[in-house]
Structure formats: structure tokens, C-alpha cells
């Protein structure tokens, strides 16, 4: 059978799910785990269902019935083929978020959000991002990233946060950054576009929660 992508009621399901009481507090949002499951499609290394829901649902969610659980398990597991699938296809990868910042360090966007949650995939299959013969190119496309995640302190990031201009041009190099780190990670040496490595991908790797359900 074909695979089917969310539909619009589908996606709001499972969106007003991930918000509600019947997950926990520390549950990922879902512009957070679109996030988290951009980077685990990325990895070169796969991660299964057992491995990642947990990191999504922080605990075991309070189920309505057996329906329900079916559903939203299975809601998760064609989200995860929809992002793959649009990273291999030719017509460029959307972020279901604005590309913009909080107006406050107090107030994160969904962008943060979104940004929080791919890093969190990245830590959570770390090694197989930074072998030795990629892992400048890859730490320099990380970078708009990490900037938008609000994860990092170190003090490359941090003279980018300082300017508006440069914030928002890192930022908005997101959607091609996605498409070059699948491009670098995934597909065999001659296609993929190595730029010139300038930064690297260090710093203060503390998640906070503030990107989670509130």
C-alpha cells in the first residue's frame, strides 16, 4: 500500500495532541518534533520508533483507548515519512514555522522551538553527524541552526544573536542548510557540495525546557 501523507485534519490531530493534558508537561510540541525527526531523516544512521518516541513523549501519554493510541502512533510514523520523503524529493524542504526569533529571551518562537528540537535529534545520534572526514562541513552547516535553537553560548554564537541583521540572515539560510546536510551526509561523495569550513559546531550543549509543551 502507498504511503499516504498527513492531511491538514490529520496534522491538526495530532498537533492539538501533543498539546494537550494527555502528555506530559516535557512533551515535545509538533513543530518541535518536526524538528527532531528532520534530524533523525538526516542521520545517516537510522533510529527506530522505540528509540525516538520516548524522546518525544518524555512519559507514556494517558491514552483515551487503544483507538486513539493507534492513531497518534501512527500519525507520528507517517510525519516521519513525510519529512523524509521531502528531503530526498527535488522541490526544496518547508518548515512548518515562520523563519523568525522570539521578541524576548523569555518568549521563544516556533522557530526556536523547531531549531531546539533538531538539535536534539543531532545529540541524540551525535557520532554518526561528526566523523573525521565531514565534520567541519557539517558543524559549518549546523550553524543558522544552532543560532536559532538558543541551545548554545559560545562565543561565535552568541556575536550572531548580538545583530539583528546577521540573526536574521543566518536564519533564513535553514531550508538550504537541510537540504545540503542531507546532501553531505547521505548521498555518495561525488554529489555532495562541500562548502568551506569556517566554523565549527561547539559549545554549551544543555537543552533547556522552554521549548517544550507548556
Known amino acids: 500500500m502507498a504511503h499516504q501523507p498527513l492531511d491538514d485534519f490529520e496534522l ?26 528532520t ?35 501512527q500519525y507520528l510514523s507517517r510525519l516521519f ?10 522541490d526544496g524542504f518547508m518548515i512548518p514555522c515562520e523563519l523568525e526569533m522570539g521578541q524576548s529571551p523569555e518568549e521563544l518562537s516556533e522557530l526556536q522551538e523547531w531549531a531546539s528540537g533538531f538539535m536534539e535529534g543531532v545529540f541524540m545520534t551525535e557520532s554518526a ?11 559549518e552547516l549546523l550553524l543558522p541552526i544552532m543560532v536559532a535553537s538558543d541551545l548554545f553560548d559560545d ?8 545583530s539583528e541583521k546577521l540573526t536574521n540572515s543566518c536564519i533564513a539560510q ?9 546532501l553531505v551526509l547521505r548521498t555518495e561523495p561525488e554529489k555532495r557540495p562541500f562548502p568551506k569550513p569556517q ?10 525546557k522552554s521549548g517544550k509543551k507548556s
Open 199 to 208: 566554523h565549527k559546531a561547539q559549545g554549551n550543549k544543555n537543552k533547556k
Open 155 to 162: 562565543e561565535e554564537v552568541i556575536e550572531i544573536r548580538a
Open 129 to 139: 553527524w561528526f566523523e573525521s572526514e565531514k565534520e567541519e562541513v557539517v558543524a
Open 39 to 73: 534530524a533523525l531523516s538526516i542521520c545517516p544512521v537510522s533510529t527506530s520508533e522505540e528509540k525516538w518516541l520516548p524522546v518525544i513523549f518524555e512519559d507514556t501519554p494517558k491514552f483515551e483507548n487503544e483507538k486513539q493510541e493507534k492513531q497518534i502512533l
Open 81 to 90: 515519512i513525510d519529512i523524509q520523503k521531502e528531503l530526498e524529493s527535488e
Open 12 to 37: 491538526e490531530t495530532l498537533e492539538s495532541f501533543l498539546e494537550s493534558d494527555q502528555v506530559h508537561e516535557e512533551c515535545q510540541n509538533f513543530v518541535m518534533t518536526h524538528g527532531f525527526l
Open 174 to 182: 535553514i531550508p538550504d542548510v537541510l537540504t545540503d546536510l542531507f
